[in-house]
């Protein structure tokens, strides 16, 4: 299964963009182990139409632009479920056991999904608090690699 990050937003060179690329870089190393050859995150940038549903549902268009027929899709949502990297894990070896080719995880611009991918997709937080962009991909960069990390049994999680 191919697993991608797909954000709204471009960030500058930073420690936590470094970070989150080199999460990604060790969950593709390790993913391979688990059924995960390839793990990306794809930058897209940011709408400036002149209202909000307009802006949502052009960034809606360009995150789901190219997706593969069936991804499965999981959006960064305030209103989402909350999980402990153990959930995240299982749900991953239910995706992978269940035959699923490719899972993105869409991270909205400043003004949130639009009603039709909410609708659409599994809604996910990474807690109750609100976060930075960088912060969030950075964080999900994280639990991916530890969710892999946790598939194959690596010794990183130690719950």
Same mark, same amino acid.
């Given at each position: ?75 960064? =949502? ?12 299982? =749900? ?18 400043? =003004? ?48």
């Amino acid at each position: 299964m191919r697993v991608s990050i797909r954000a709204v937003g471009r960030l500058k060179t930073s420690p936590e963009q470094a970070l989150a690329l080199d999460y990604l870089s060790r969950a593709e190393k390790l993913g391979r182990r688990a059924g995960i050859p390839s793990v990306s995150l794809t930058e897209l940038p940011e709408s400036r139409a002149g209202t909000l549903l307009l802006r949502q549902r052009e960034e809606t268009s360009r995150l789901l632009a190219a997706m593969p027929a069936g991804t499965v899709l999981i959006a960064l =949502d305030e209103r989402g479920e909350e999980m402990t990297s153990l959930q995240l894990a299982a =749900d991953l070896r239910r995706l992978l056991d269940g035959g699923s080719k490719h899972l993105a995880f869409l991270i909205g611009g400043a =003004d949130g999904h639009a009603p039709e991918l909410q609708a659409r997709a599994r809604l996910l937080r990474l807690g109750r608090m609100t976060w930075p962009h960088a912060l969030v991909r950075l964080m999900l960069a994280e639990q991916i690699y530890r969710s892999v990390t946790i598939l194959i049994n690596h010794p990183y999680h130690r719950a």
